[in-house]
């Protein structure tokens, strides 16, 4: 029972990695299902008994990592001169 929790803090710990990397290298579709992934398991650490905190700060720091990479995405792709005139 340690491993399972243990392991899910490494998918916001790389999104916070993530952050530092090149904006062109952001998948919008694996960014997206991210965000509603922890925002689905954020709802469900507090509807559980007892309400599970832990899990809840989990997903919440995944949640604010990946709106981080949602942001740069859309401020790349589609707000970005470079962007814009090699269409």
């Known amino acids: 029972h340690f491993w399972g929790p243990a392991a899910n803090w490494l998918i916001p710990i790389s999104g916070i990695i993530d952050i530092g990397k090149a ?9 997206f299902a991210l965000c509603l992934y922890s925002l689905l ?12 905190y832990l899990l809840f700060a989990c997903h919440m720091t995944n949640e ?6 949602g942001f740069r995405y859309i401020q790349y792709y589609y707000f970005t001169d470079a962007v814009l005139t090699s269409i």
């Open 41 to 52: 398991f954020m709802r469900f650490a507090l509807a559980v008994r007892p309400i599970n």
């Open 23 to 31: 904006p062109d290298l952001i998948s919008g579709k694996m960014t």
């Open 64 to 69: 604010i990592a990946q709106l981080i990479q």
